[in-house]
């Protein structure tokens, strides 16, 4: 196989994403914290798959628990012993999972917890603050074509996390909204107190809370932004790492809500799958046995001192934004180069010099002390290049022509537009 092959997951180009002048296309295999490319070419894997390799590619008890159970069972379609000791782990595990559902995509956690904010509280409208996966409730929300036009009225963008720009947006509209849906992981962040008062506003209102801890759960607390803040979601949405990279999510929450979830439909064939239930078992008894968070914070607080220490070295404005188990860069406009020309030259300089990321810094657990290395060398490569554009006031001759010519275009439709 070559890697002349058509990507199918990024055209057109945009942000976050593989850009194919950037980018290896296609990848030959995984192992720890790296990613082996079509032509072997080794990267220390900063994108961890979407945040979904949170302990390491093939890792060992991962791997063991998913060859026992595929040597027994895949699917039994039925719930069994080990769907709900999972269950019950969970439970352990997130302060606001007082009853569990399984399901295969975030995506389908989310569509379930506004299916059945919006049963409970008999209203149609959502407020949302994040990327909230691929179904049509949530796409409304942009100009991708498909999506029926009578959903469009029924989510609203909710930019402002404070207690009085959510009390303005339920005034706006009386006993029309059934939840807000929020990712933790939008800045700004408020303080758990201030999470908490949100929480009370909507209540106040008949509302429900939606937390999608899709990317914060199992990564920068166990329990997700909910532990972190000490506060209780009405329900929440998790998957990506929870299975170490085999397809599981889950929708939780507390006991008055989810036990109404039969009055509406919530279910797939392969909910009760079962190599994913055992890789998910053995990825969260590790991230409670082996301090996998702890572990996380602590690479990504050294590799925060090393990128502020090199872009200081090279009087650089940028920086890590976000919690140390998930940052992403961020740039300012520099000497009359452009933030976006920044940050792309940055990601085709730190993918040249062997480390692959779309823009975020997701580590997992297996990275070790040499990766990092690796890391804080081609960070200083690269911002060796940045200084460069910044005093010749432009990313010309650096950047990758095809990059600059379609920065523009990155910047418009390509990238569904929101209709703020
Ligand atoms: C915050 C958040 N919610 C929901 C989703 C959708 O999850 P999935 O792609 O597994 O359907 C994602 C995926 O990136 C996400 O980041």
């Known amino acids: 196989m070559t890697e002349t092959r058509e990507n199918p997951f990024s055209l057109p180009l945009r942000d976050y994403d593989i850009n194919p002048y950037i980018h290896p296309l296609v990848a030959r295999s995984g192992h720890a914290g790296h990613m082996r490319d079509i032509k072997g070419t080794d990267y220390v894997d900063l994108m961890s798959a979407w945040g979904t390799n949170l302990l390491g590619y093939g890792y060992r008890k991962v791997s063991k628990a998913v060859a026992r159970q595929s040597k027994k069972f895949n699917s039994l379609g039925m719930p069994y012993p080990q769907f709900h000791e999972l269950m019950d782990l969970v439970r352990q595990i997130v302060p606001g999972a007082e009853r569990v559902r ?39 929300s942009t100009d991708c074509p498909g999506i029926p036009a009578a959903l469009k009225q029924t989510i609203l963008p909710q ?127 590790e991230v409670m046995k082996r301090d996998v968070v702890g572990a996380l914070y602590r690479k990504g607080r050294l590799i925060r001192a090393e990128y502020n220490r090199i872009a200081d070295a090279y009087k650089l404005s940028t920086a890590l934004a976000g919690f140390e188990p998930c940052m992403s860069m961020e740039f300012r406009d520099q000497d009359g180069v452009h933030h976006r020309e920044l940050y792309w030259l940055m990601i085709q300089e730190l993918v040249r010099n062997g480390v692959f990321t779309f823009g975020a810094f997701i580590l997992c657990f297996s990275h070790g002390y040499r990766d990092l290395q ?3 060398r081609a960070l200083d490569a690269a911002m060796a290049v940045l200084r460069q554009a910044v005093d010749r006031g432009t990313s010309g001759g650096l950047l990758d022509e095809r990059v600059r010519a379609a920065l523009d275009e990155v910047r418009s439709p390509a990238n569904w537009r929101r209709r703020e």
Request: glycine share 10%; proline share 6%.
């Open 102 to 140: 399984f399901g295969k995509n975030g995506s389908d956690a989310c569509a379930g917890a506004v299916r059945l904010a919006r049963c409970v509280t008999g209203r149609e409208k959502v407020l949302y603050r994040g990327y909230h996966g691929f179904h049509d409730w949530y796409f409304a």
């Open 374 to 376: 690796k890391l804080i």
């Open 159 to 285: 930019a402002e996390l404070t207690p009085m720009a959510v009390d303005a947006a339920f005034r706006k509209h009386p006993n029309a909204i059934a939840a807000i849906i929020l990712n933790p992981m939008t800045p700004p962040f408020p303080t758990g107190v201030e999470m908490q008062e949100v929480i009370d506003v909507v209540h106040g209102h008949g509302g429900l809370v939606i937390f999608d801890e899709m990317l914060s759960g199992f990564r920068i607390a166990p329990g997700g932004m909910q532990e972190l803040w000490k506060v209780k979601p009405d329900l929440s949405c998790f998957g990506k790492s929870i299975a170490n990279g085999l397809p599981l999510s889950v929708l939780c929450g507390k006991e008055r809500y989810m036990e109404r979830l039969p009055e509406t439909y919530y279910g797939m064939t392969f909910e009760g799958e079962a190599v994913s239930i055992a890789a998910a078992h053995a990825t969260l008894t």
